[in-house]
């Protein structure tokens, strides 16, 4: 194989294409010279074929990244690299998709519940999963699939949303602060829950939900 850098993806250019598209699949990464050719290739037309800008109704969060083989071995992978598509043919209807996705995965024996609208496996023995244990600021196990149509209200998209915008959600959990040693997730279940029953939250016990 030749470590030649191909050509930028913009027809008119002849630039080597040393960034690479982080949402593309990664066998088929468009390669652009700039962030200025990458810009006018997105308005042109790679938003619509961009694997990243697809949108599915759910993904699952592994546990492990999926993509690692393809990225160089001397990064750290990044989050869109545990990101998966997982359409669910029953969605909108929070029991089936749940039926769906447990036995699609094989949870049937152990469901569990990260956090609304998080659907995981409480299997111990899974490997830990990096991005969901911060974002819930606990250890999680074993891969988490997110379904949109749940009745998180940690959202911003419409029903559907792509691996772009899911990465944009994550990279804010990342940064966002931990307030009495919760994360921005459980918080703001709590804040649900207690409007709910019109009470104030700090009369949930640490560590509910
Ligand atoms: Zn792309
Ligand atoms: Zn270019």
Request: charged share 15%.
């Given at each position: 194989m030749s470590d030649a850098t191909p050509t930028c993806t913009v027809p008119s250019c002849q630039k080597p294409?040393?960034?690479?598209?982080?949402?593309?699949?990664p066998s088929q990464q468009a390669r652009y010279c700039s962030s200025t050719c990458q810009a006018a290739d997105w308005k042109r037309g790679h938003r619509r074929t961009c694997a990243g800008a697809q949108k599915h109704n759910c993904f699952l969060i592994r546990?492990?990244?999926?993509?690692t083989t393809a990225t160089d071995p001397n990064q750290p992978p990044k989050d869109a690299h545990y990101l998966e598509p997982f359409p669910l043919h029953a969605y909108g209807n929070w029991g089936k998709e749940r039926q769906e996705i447990q036995a699609r995965l094989n949870w049937a024996a152990a469901p569990g519940v990260a956090t609304p609208g998080w659907e995981n496996c409480t299997d111990d023995t899974r490997p830990v999963n990096p991005i969901v244990t911060r974002c819930l600021g606990r250890t999680v196990h074993g891969d988490v699939a997110v379904v949109?149509?749940?009745?998180?209200?940690?959202?911003?998209?419409?029903?559907a949303f792509s691996a772009n915008e899911f990465v944009r959600t994550l990279a804010y959990h990342r940064t966002a602060p931990r307030i009495n040693g919760m994360g921005d997730q459980q918080r703001r279940e709590r804040e649900r829950i207690a409007a709910k029953f019109g009470l104030h939250e700090s009369f949930f016990p640490p560590g509910f939900p």
């Open positions: 294409g040393t960034l690479r598209c982080s949402g593309c699949h546990a492990l990244p999926i993509t949109r149509s749940s009745t998180i209200e940690v959202n911003y998209y419409g029903d």
